[in-house]
């Protein structure tokens, strides 16, 4: 089995096994074919994730919603799967010969390959999504479910000369990963200050957490039944925190949100390293009528990401996403959007822009698709659900 398999099955099914990428700001199908943007164009379906706050912004008539999503992303910015599959290859050569000259350009062919793993990383995301919304006739409320299976890989202690790179305890590839299964209790309510309508929301939450840590020469990377055997697993308990969220409509049409994250903070040992919840802030701004939605949001914060190691620094965001929905009616909606990772110290591949698109249904049901893309990151989300 080739290392890419085997590292997106250890990756992602390592981690995965351990449950029934969470990230900071997590989006849904609706959010994200529209370029990630929801801090002021969130429903009542969606609010609970995007800003507790725009519960108070249902669509008329809907005072009942529904909605079960799963989503997954994989990025890969630097072909990372890509280099270690070919030094396992050139590894592969090095053991079939015994010419002293072919030994000696296999080893140089793996030290240069060795030498383009510093920095490099990829990352898998996993979400799934259920959460029902009431609202009532002085405020809003719903109950949500999240889980979201991150995890991530990159290559330290590089070897150095042509004889280190065969040495078991240089080039480990370290492999870490994080359930966050996340409950929450939303309400919101509205105001009229000076004229004009003014919400305001707070969530209290419960996240359970897990992980999987492992560490292995890229020489002997096994197969995903190994790594579940030889990784590390840990029960972490729970983070107890609160989101709050406020949104200012202008008009009818303009509406400025914000949504602040984990206003109480945590960390958790895993021995070698910490795994902070840290707070987070997002802001958006929406004009909206009955046939179109254009927004943007942006990350008043860089978010680091819900791992532990150090190395996964890279991974690091801070969004600025835009994205439009045109309505047709309420039966059908198209969205399309971008957005682009502005943080600071993270590659260059990390920084492309991300195109989005995404389609809405309304066929008794509501059935919401959407995708991402990039050069070396894909993405996409359905969901599903009902309101009235």
């Given at each position: 089995?080739?290392?890419?398999?085997?590292?997106?099955?250890?990756?992602?099914?390592?981690?995965?096994?351990?449950?029934?990428?969470?990230?900071?700001?997590?989006?849904?199908?609706?959010?994200?074919?529209?370029?990630?943007?929801?801090?002021?164009?969130?429903?009542?379906?969606?609010?609970?994730?995007?800003?507790?706050?725009?519960?108070?912004?249902?669509?008329?008539?809907?005072?009942?919603?529904?909605?079960?999503?799963?989503?997954?992303?994989?990025?890969?910015?630097?072909?990372?799967?890509?280099?270690?599959?070919?030094?396992?290859?050139?590894?592969?050569?090095?053991?079939?010969?015994?010419?002293?000259?072919?030994?000696?350009?296999?080893?140089?062919?793996?030290?240069?390959?060795?030498?383009?793993?510093?920095?490099?990383?990829?990352?898998?995301?996993?979400?799934?999504?259920?959460?029902?919304?009431?609202?009532?006739?002085?405020?809003?409320?719903?109950?949500?479910?999240?889980?979201?299976?991150?995890?991530?890989?990159?290559?330290?202690?590089?070897?150095?000369?042509?004889?280190?790179?065969?040495?078991?305890?240089?080039?480990?590839?370290?492999?870490?990963?994080?359930?966050?299964?996340?409950?929450?209790?939303?309400?919101?309510?509205?105001?009229?200050?000076?004229?004009?309508?003014?919400?305001?929301?707070?969530?209290?939450?419960?996240?359970?957490?897990?992980?999987?840590?492992?560490?292995?020469?890229?020489?002997?990377?096994?197969?995903?039944?190994?790594?579940?055997?030889?990784?590390?697993k840990s029960d972490l308990g729970t983070f107890v925190?609160?989101?709050?969220?406020?949104?200012?409509?202008?008009?009818?049409?303009?509406?400025?949100?914000?949504?602040?994250?984990?206003?109480?903070?945590?960390?958790?040992?895993?021995?070698?390293?910490?795994?902070?919840?840290?707070?987070?802030?997002?802001?958006?701004?929406?004009?909206?009528?009955?046939?179109?939605?254009?927004?943007?949001?942006?990350?008043?914060?860089?978010?680091?990401?819900?791992?532990?190691?150090?190395?996964?620094?890279?991974?690091?965001?801070?969004?600025?996403?835009?994205?439009?929905?045109?309505?047709?009616?309420?039966?059908?909606?198209?969205?399309?959007?971008?957005?682009?990772?502005?943080?600071?110290?993270?590659?260059?591949?990390?920084?492309?822009?991300?195109?989005?698109?995404?389609?809405?249904?309304?066929?008794?049901?509501?059935?919401?698709?959407?995708?991402?893309v990039t050069e070396n990151s894909v993405g996409a989300?359905?969901?599903?659900?009902?309101?009235?």
């Amino acid at each position: 089995m080739k290392i890419q398999n085997k590292i997106l099955s250890i990756v992602a099914l390592s981690i995965c096994s351990q449950s029934a990428i969470s990230i900071p700001f997590t989006f849904e199908g609706r959010s994200l074919g529209m370029g990630g943007v929801s801090v002021a164009t969130a429903d009542l379906a969606t609010a609970s994730w995007a800003n507790p706050a725009m519960l108070t912004n249902q669509r008329p008539g809907d005072d009942f919603s529904l909605l079960i999503g799963l989503g997954a992303f994989v990025r890969d910015d630097e072909d990372l799967i890509s280099d270690i599959d070919n030094f396992q290859a050139a590894n592969d050569r090095l053991n079939a010969t015994t010419d002293p000259t072919e030994i000696a350009n296999i080893s140089n062919e793996m030290l240069g390959i060795v030498q383009g793993l510093d920095g490099k990383d990829m990352a898998v995301d996993v979400s799934g999504i259920a959460a029902v919304g009431m609202a009532f006739k002085t405020f809003a409320m719903s109950l949500s479910v999240r889980a979201d299976v991150i995890g991530a890989g990159t290559v330290t202690d590089l070897a150095t000369t042509a004889a280190e790179v065969v040495d078991p305890t240089k080039n480990i590839l370290n492999l870490e990963g994080v359930v966050a299964t996340e409950f929450g209790l939303s309400i919101a309510k509205a105001y009229k200050i000076y004229d004009r309508k003014v919400s305001i929301g707070i969530k209290p939450k419960v996240v359970d957490l897990q992980s999987f840590i492992y560490q292995e020469s890229i020489l002997n990377v096994s197969d995903a039944s190994d790594v579940f055997d030889e990784g590390v697993k840990s029960d972490l308990g729970t983070f107890v925190s609160f989101d709050l969220g406020a949104a200012i409509d202008f008009t009818r049409s303009f509406r400025l949100g914000l949504n602040v994250r984990n206003l109480l903070t945590d960390e958790f040992d895993l021995g070698v390293a910490k795994l902070s919840f840290e707070t987070n802030a997002r802001m958006g701004l929406a004009y909206h009528n009955r046939y179109l939605t254009v927004a943007v949001d942006y990350d008043l914060t860089e978010n680091k990401p819900l791992l532990a190691n150090p190395a996964f620094e890279n991974l690091k965001t801070q969004y600025i996403g835009v994205g439009a929905e045109f309505n047709a009616f309420d039966f059908m909606q198209l969205r399309v959007g971008a957005r682009k990772n502005v943080a600071s110290g993270i590659s260059d591949k990390a920084k492309d822009t991300a195109l989005t698109a995404g389609l809405g249904f309304w066929l008794g049901f509501n059935l919401d698709v959407a995708a991402t893309v990039t050069e070396n990151s894909v993405g996409a989300f359905v969901q599903t659900g009902f309101r009235f």
